[in-house]
Nanobody, 121 residues
Framework: QVQLAESGGGLVQPGGSLRLSCAASGSILTIYTMGWYRQVPGKQRELVATIGSAGSTSYADSVKGRFTISRDNAKNTVYLQMNNLNPEDTAVYFC???????????????WGQGTQVTVSS
Protein backbone atom coordinates (compact mmCIF):
# COMPACT_ATOMS: atom_id res chain seq x y z
CA GLN A 1 0.00 0.00 0.00
CA VAL A 2 0.92 3.66 -0.43
CA GLN A 3 0.12 6.44 2.01
CA LEU A 4 0.33 10.19 1.41
CA ALA A 5 0.50 12.24 4.59
CA GLU A 6 -0.23 15.95 4.19
CA SER A 7 0.44 18.67 6.70
CA GLY A 8 0.77 22.43 6.97
CA GLY A 9 -2.70 23.76 6.28
CA GLY A 10 -4.47 26.25 8.50
CA LEU A 11 -5.81 29.75 8.88
CA VAL A 12 -3.72 32.70 7.72
CA GLN A 13 -4.34 36.39 7.16
CA PRO A 14 -4.21 37.89 3.67
CA GLY A 15 -0.61 38.49 2.68
CA GLY A 16 0.59 35.70 4.90
CA SER A 17 2.43 32.47 4.11
CA LEU A 18 1.98 28.76 4.62
CA ARG A 19 4.05 25.72 3.70
CA LEU A 20 2.35 22.46 2.82
CA SER A 21 4.12 19.11 2.97
CA CYS A 22 3.16 15.72 1.59
CA ALA A 23 5.19 12.62 2.38
CA ALA A 24 4.70 9.38 0.46
CA SER A 25 5.37 6.09 2.21
CA GLY A 26 4.79 2.41 1.69
CA SER A 27 5.66 0.09 -1.16
CA ILE A 28 7.21 2.50 -3.68
CA LEU A 29 9.66 1.71 -6.48
CA THR A 30 9.80 5.03 -8.33
CA ILE A 31 8.11 8.40 -7.93
CA TYR A 32 7.56 10.40 -11.07
CA THR A 33 5.52 13.60 -11.03
CA MET A 34 4.39 15.16 -7.74
CA GLY A 35 1.89 17.95 -7.53
CA TRP A 36 -0.68 19.96 -5.65
CA TYR A 37 -4.32 20.54 -6.54
CA ARG A 38 -7.02 22.50 -4.76
CA GLN A 39 -10.77 22.38 -4.59
CA VAL A 40 -13.46 24.77 -3.44
CA PRO A 41 -16.94 23.41 -2.61
CA GLY A 42 -19.08 23.29 -5.72
CA LYS A 43 -16.14 23.61 -8.09
CA GLN A 44 -13.87 21.20 -9.87
CA ARG A 45 -10.49 20.32 -8.48
CA GLU A 46 -7.85 22.48 -10.15
CA LEU A 47 -4.15 22.09 -10.70
CA VAL A 48 -1.93 24.37 -8.61
CA ALA A 49 1.60 23.19 -9.36
CA THR A 50 3.56 20.13 -10.44
CA ILE A 51 7.19 19.06 -10.28
CA GLY A 52 8.83 16.33 -12.31
CA SER A 53 11.38 13.81 -11.13
CA ALA A 54 14.21 15.96 -12.50
CA GLY A 55 12.84 19.11 -10.92
CA SER A 56 10.97 20.74 -13.78
CA THR A 57 8.01 22.75 -12.51
CA SER A 58 4.75 24.18 -13.78
CA TYR A 59 2.22 26.47 -12.11
CA ALA A 60 -1.31 27.69 -12.55
CA ASP A 61 -1.33 31.30 -13.74
CA SER A 62 -3.15 32.36 -10.57
CA VAL A 63 -0.26 31.31 -8.32
CA LYS A 64 2.80 32.12 -10.44
CA GLY A 65 5.24 34.30 -8.57
CA ARG A 66 3.60 33.53 -5.21
CA PHE A 67 3.80 29.74 -4.81
CA THR A 68 6.87 27.53 -5.08
CA ILE A 69 6.78 23.76 -5.39
CA SER A 70 9.79 21.65 -4.44
CA ARG A 71 10.58 18.05 -3.60
CA ASP A 72 13.01 16.01 -1.54
CA ASN A 73 13.48 12.73 -3.35
CA ALA A 74 15.35 11.17 -0.43
CA LYS A 75 12.28 11.73 1.75
CA ASN A 76 9.64 11.10 -0.96
CA THR A 77 8.20 14.46 0.00
CA VAL A 78 6.75 17.34 -1.96
CA TYR A 79 6.34 20.85 -0.59
CA LEU A 80 4.29 23.88 -1.54
CA GLN A 81 5.50 27.21 -0.22
CA MET A 82 2.64 29.68 -0.49
CA ASN A 83 3.39 33.38 -0.09
CA ASN A 84 1.27 36.50 -0.37
CA LEU A 85 -1.88 34.47 0.13
CA ASN A 86 -5.25 36.01 -0.67
CA PRO A 87 -8.83 34.92 0.12
CA GLU A 88 -9.17 33.40 -3.36
CA ASP A 89 -6.56 30.83 -2.34
CA THR A 90 -8.93 29.41 0.28
CA ALA A 91 -9.53 25.76 -0.59
CA VAL A 92 -8.78 22.18 0.35
CA TYR A 93 -5.34 21.36 -1.02
CA PHE A 94 -4.58 17.82 -2.19
CA CYS A 95 -1.22 16.36 -3.05
CA UNK A 96 -0.98 14.01 -6.01
CA UNK A 97 1.82 11.59 -6.78
CA UNK A 98 2.41 9.53 -9.90
CA UNK A 99 4.44 6.51 -8.86
CA UNK A 100 5.31 2.93 -9.64
CA UNK A 101 5.04 0.36 -6.88
CA UNK A 102 6.65 -2.67 -8.48
CA UNK A 103 8.86 -3.46 -11.45
CA UNK A 104 6.06 -5.51 -13.00
CA UNK A 105 3.40 -2.82 -12.54
CA UNK A 106 2.64 0.38 -14.38
CA UNK A 107 2.50 3.83 -12.80
CA UNK A 108 -0.55 4.94 -10.88
CA UNK A 109 -1.99 8.12 -9.38
CA UNK A 110 -2.29 8.51 -5.63
CA TRP A 111 -3.99 11.31 -3.67
CA GLY A 112 -3.58 12.73 -0.21
CA GLN A 113 -6.53 13.22 2.10
CA GLY A 114 -6.53 16.99 1.68
CA THR A 115 -5.63 19.84 3.99
CA GLN A 116 -7.70 22.97 4.50
CA VAL A 117 -6.16 26.36 3.75
CA THR A 118 -8.22 29.37 4.82
CA VAL A 119 -7.13 32.92 4.06
CA SER A 120 -9.16 35.41 6.04
CA SER A 121 -8.77 38.47 8.21
Amino acid sequence: QVQLAESGGGLVQPGGSLRLSCAASGSILTIYTMGWYRQVPGKQRELVATIGSAGSTSYADSVKGRFTISRDNAKNTVYLQMNNLNPEDTAVYFCNVLLRRHVWAGAGDYWGQGTQVTVSS
